[in-house]
């Protein structure tokens, strides 16, 4: 009896060598995938930081003009509320209005950001009870809450991006 001829093994990969080869793939594009949101996260807080310093530079306008004293919160006579509330401070002068915030942040625009809602962006204002000082908060949703600061000591903003 004649042995049966051996059909000779063609080249080719086994199939645990393609589940090890998917696995390492998997791996790489949740790493990719990872960065890829921190990366747009960052973009948000970045754009929302800007946004949050174009305020804080309206609202350090408004104190030089008001003998030190910040505006209200939104929803004042100081800063109208609602959609309105993105326009930032107002001064009635010689009766017309007159607003500091020289244009509205683009990230503010897109609704990137929303004011003093909570999102995956928002900034809060808040003036202290006698007027004298401010903070405004930037929370990115991911991200470090960031504050702006800024008093009749120093008219100047600063930002102090910590965790709080």
Known sequence: ?????RVPREAGFSLVELLVVMVIILIMGTFALLSAGNSRSAGRSSSA???ANAYADSIDRFAREHQGRFPAAPG??????????QKGPVADVLGEKRTYLRTVPESIQSSTVTFGTTSDAAITYAASANGTSYELVVAVKGRPTCAIRGGTTKLSAHIDCTKR
């Open 76 to 85: 004042s006579v100081d800063w109208p509320g609602g959609t309105d509330a």
């Open 1 to 5: 009896m004649e042995p049966i001829p």
């Open 49 to 51: 930081i800007a946004a």
